[in-house]
């Protein structure tokens, strides 16, 4: 089974803008949507589009949380959130001028005791399950929670995923972690540099194998993406299209790439239809729908740099 894990979902608040976003100002949005959000909410949608099954794990609560819930109703996920006390976030997602500004909200407060019956969940883990971890942390978690977890897994013989920034993706890399999926500037955040081009983004790619990971991807938003496995660097490309809201096209990224492996060992393979779900989720208002993702396959190319 596959667990993905969204310790901190939210509601998606898209503004659409048909003027400029005027900051300190009154602005009014010419349209608006509400989605249930949330990195790893995201890859659950994306395998359930491709046809793998997922259970969503997470905190849910307060009046906010209700309405997360009867917004992901019509999506038919397997979940089990342990409920908390305080309010699910919103986030604001402003889309004006062709740009895209987000404001997250911090998240709720959790209780010690709400933390432990979400870590006795992660308990029933088993080997052959994979667990993607997603996103930021709500207050009052520590920022080795994403690492607890891992040890549990590691300890289960199961496998885990981490999408997260920083020291916490860098601690969990020793307990080795299936991939990594870091943008090419939280890269370059991770090493305290700059690139100059795509040599020395792999050379830092293969510096999180070198530290444990068994592969990194690196997406590069319209630039398209590199895999990096322990043999080999490869590079695809990102397909021109109209780019609609790129608004979780990484967790997009990440399902493609872990479903197909779950179902394939096939890192090359994983890797197209990682690529495949990103850029699709980019060219659509929500997240990629299957037909859009086969379409948008075709059109993607990996290359063999090394
Ligand atoms: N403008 C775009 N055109 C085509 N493909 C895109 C575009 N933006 C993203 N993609 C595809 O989706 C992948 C993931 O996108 P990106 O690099 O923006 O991830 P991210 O920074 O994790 O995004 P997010 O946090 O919004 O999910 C890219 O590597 C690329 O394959
Ligand atoms: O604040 P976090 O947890 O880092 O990111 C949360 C978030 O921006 O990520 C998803 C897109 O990747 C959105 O659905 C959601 O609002």
Known sequence: MIYTITVNPAIDYVLQLDQTLDLGAVNRAQNDVKLPGGKGVNVSRILQELGFDSTVWGFLGGATGKMFANLLQQHQLHTEFTPVQDDLRINVKIKADNE?????????AITPAEKQAFLDQVKKIQKGDVIVMAGSLPRQLDNDFY???????????????????????????????????????????????????VSEIITAARKL???????????????????????????????????QNSVGAGDSMIAGFVGTYMQTQDALESFHQGAACGSATAFSQDLATLDKIKTVYQQIMVTQLS
């Open 100 to 108: 895209e500004t987000e404001v997250n909200g911090q998240g709720p």
């Open 147 to 197: 690492l607890e977890i891992a040890r549990m897994v590691t300890q289960q013989g199961a496998e885990f995923v981490i999408d997260t920034t920083g020291q916490a993706l860098l601690d969990t890399l020793p307990l080795h972690p299936l991939v990594v999926k870091p943008n090419n500037h939280e890269l370059a955040d991770l090493f305290h540099t700059s690139f100059q081009d």
């Open 209 to 243: 194998l070198d530290l444990g990971a068994k592969h990194a991807l690196v997406s590069m938003a319209g630039d398209g993406a590199l895999l990096i496995t322990p043999e080999h660097a490869f590079s695809c490309n990102a397909p021109k299209g109209t780019v």
